[in-house]
């Protein structure tokens, strides 16, 4: 079965700091998601990655996937407070039609 | 839009008793939702994926007696906890689909049961 691995798990950086936050697969990945969850939340679609060497920006986060598409990085510039979260990558599970999750990575912003 | 709505937002209740959860797509017919666990500090699970019209699918591991969820419309979803205890205690979330496979999902703000 395809899992997703994130590192780190967790993460304290200081406001206005740059962080990367990864995501590595088992198998090669057919759709790539990246989601923001506050504790006790549900989840905040951030962005969608499908093609090798795709990059997508949005506002001060920027998502890309290697080309040999099983690897995954979320980079966040300039952070602020209110980056802070639990960041998850899914994935489609290849063949089976079925999502998955990675094991997530805490992060707090401190001020 | 694609906005997915859940209710209750959170719930208490006593151990034996039965607690249903609903998971609403607003804005959009979903033909595939999915229900999702998720511990305190831990990643989200799946427990099971649910076609409108026909019977939800169960991840191994997931007790489709404990967990029934009924997908009666291409708007309603329903997960009921039967004969809850205190380990069923967790963040409930479920998402919707348009597609049959996992495409896009659109995520609820997540349940959170308390067995007491």
């Known amino acids: 079965s395809q899992e997703l691995e994130q590192s780190p798990q967790s993460l304290i950086v200081q406001e206005g700091k740059n962080l990367t936050i990864n995501c590595t697969s088992s198998?090669?990945?057919?759709?790539l998601y990246w989601y923001k969850q506050k504790y006790g939340e549900g989840l905040i679609f951030l962005m969608m990655?499908?093609?090798?060497?795709e990059e997508k920006s949005h506002e001060k986060i920027t998502a890309k996937l290697d080309e040999k598409k099983q690897q995954s990085s979320l980079h966040i510039t300039a952070s602020q407070p209110s980056h802070a979260g639990i960041y998850l990558c899914?994935?489609?599970?290849?063949?089976?039609?079925?999502?998955?999750f990675g094991t997530g990575t805490r992060l707090k912003v401190l001020a | 839009g694609a906005v997915v709505s859940q209710h209750p937002s959170w719930v208490i209740c006593k151990s034996g008793t039965s607690v249903k959860i609903e998971c609403r797509s607003l804005?959009?017919?979903?033909?595939?939702m999915f229900w999702y666990r998720q511990f305190p500090k831990q990643s989200l699970m799946l427990m099971a994926t649910?076609?409108?019209?026909?019977?939800?699918?169960?991840e191994q591991g997931v007790e489709k007696d404990k967990f029934l969820i009924n997908h009666a419309s291409l708007t309603l979803s329903t997960l009921t906890v039967t004969s809850a205890h205190p380990e069923d205690s967790s963040f409930y979330i479920c998402?919707?689909?348009?597609?049959?496979?996992?495409?896009?999902?659109?995520f609820g703000p997540g349940t959170r049961l308390t067995v007491l």
């Open positions: 990655l499908q093609k090798g060497g």
């Open positions: 899914g994935a489609d599970s290849s063949g089976t039609y079925k999502y998955i």
């Open positions: 804005d959009f017919q979903a033909t595939t």
């Open positions: 998402s919707a689909s348009r597609a049959r496979r996992a495409d896009t999902q659109y």
């Open positions: 649910s076609n409108e019209g026909s019977k939800a699918t169960y």
């Open positions: 198998k090669t990945l057919y759709g």
